[in-house]
């Protein structure tokens, strides 16, 4: 059975940083591509980046690239988004993602 557990989220001021994790089981972790996602109060969830299975390729959307990182320790079948510069509208419940299956989301709130 697949599980994924996010954490890390909190609140943060703007301009700030935090660094979520995604600790994964009951699947082969590191033959898997690895995606981050956010949905915000009345939006869609979006992407935000994926990582490839040996972390040597990543992709990030537009409206986080050069401030947020995305990356992974096989050896731990632990996920990672190191967000920094953090604004307001970065706000929102973060999810991990591995093919069809959901980790339940951390809050990250960026306000002052």
């Known amino acids: 059975q697949v599980q994924l557990v996010e954490s890390g989220g909190g609140l943060v001021q703007p301009g700030g940083s935090l660094r979520l994790a995604c600790a994964g089981s009951g699947f082969p972790f590191s033959t898997y591509v690895l995606y981050w996602y956010r949905q915000a109060p009345g939006k869609e969830r979006e992407l935000v980046a994926r990582?490839?299975?040996?972390?040597?390729?990543?992709n990030y959307a537009d409206f986080v690239k050069g401030r947020f990182t995305i990356s992974r320790d096989n050896a731990k079948n632990t996920l990672y988004l190191q967000m920094d510069s953090l604004q307001p509208e970065d706000t929102a419940v973060y999810y991990c993602?591995?093919?069809?299956?959901w980790g339940q989301g951390t809050q990250v709130t960026v306000s002052s």
């Open positions: 993602r591995v093919t069809s299956s």
């Open positions: 990582i490839s299975p040996t972390g040597s390729n990543t």
